[in-house]
C-alpha cells in the first residue's frame, strides 16, 4: 500500500472521485499542512489555520501508479486558480500535492511539468511534504455516499469517467 494527500478544492467531490478508481483502497477527508493541531472544520472555515481540505489516498501500486492518480486528479481541478475550486473560495479550498515519501517527488514533478505545458497560465498547485494531516468528523467522511444529492464542485460525468479509467498496463 502507498499513500498520497491530494488537496482538490471541497473534499466532498475529490473524495469521491478517487473512490471510483480501480487500485484505491481507502480514502479518508481531513485538513493537511496546516498551522494548529487538531482542528475541527469550523475553525479551518475561517481561513486562519492554514489548513487545506485533503483527501488521503491509501492506493495498492499494483494495479495504479501515482503518476496515473496525479494525472487523474488533474483531470478534476483547475490547477490555475489560486485558492477557488469551482464556486468554492478560501485558502482551504487551495491545490495540493502532499507527500509522504521522498522518491515520489520525482513523478510529482514529471506530471506538473507535463501538465503545465497544456496551460498557458502557471500551475498554482501547492506541493509539499506532508506535515501534517488530521481526519475530519464522520459526518464529513464519503459524504456523497452518504448523501447523493448533496453538495459538489464537479461535474457529475467525473464520477463516472474516473470509474472507468483504467491505468495502461506495461508490458
Not at 496515473?68 to 486528479?73: A, G, S, V
Not at 506535515?131 to 448533496?150: C, I, S, T, V
Request: hydrophobic fraction near 35%.
Amino acid at each position: 500500500m502507498k499513500d498520497i494527500y491530494l488537496a482538490g478544492g471541497c473534499f466532498w467531490g475529490t473524495e469521491h472521485f478517487f473512490k471510483q478508481i480501480e487500485g484505491v483502497v481507502n480514502t479518508e477527508v481531513g485538513f493537511a499542512n496546516g498551522n494548529t493541531a487538531d482542528p475541527t472544520y469550523q475553525e479551518v472555515y475561517t481561513d486562519k489555520t492554514g489548513f487545506a481540505e485533503t483527501v488521503h489516498i491509501s492506493y495498492d501500486e499494483n494495479v495504479v501508479d501515482l503518476e496515473f492518480l496525479l494525472n487523474m486528479f488533474f483531470v478534476a481541478i483547475d490547477p490555475t486558480s489560486l485558492n477557488k475550486q469551482g464556486h468554492d473560495e478560501g485558502t482551504r479550498y487551495r491545490t495540493g500535492i502532499y507527500y509522504v515519501d521522498d522518491s515520489q517527488l520525482g513523478i510529482i514533478n514529471k506530471v506538473v511539468g507535463e501538465q503545465q505545458e497544456k496551460y498557458e497560465k502557471p500551475i498554482v498547485v501547492e506541493i509539499e511534504t506532508l506535515r501534517n494531516f488530521y481526519p475530519a468528523d464522520e459526518y464529513h467522511q464519503d459524504y456523497l455516499d452518504k448523501n447523493p444529492d448533496g453538495y459538489c464542485h464537479l461535474p457529475l460525468e467525473l464520477f463516472e469517467f474516473a470509474r472507468k479509467a483504467r491505468m495502461k498496463r506495461k508490458a
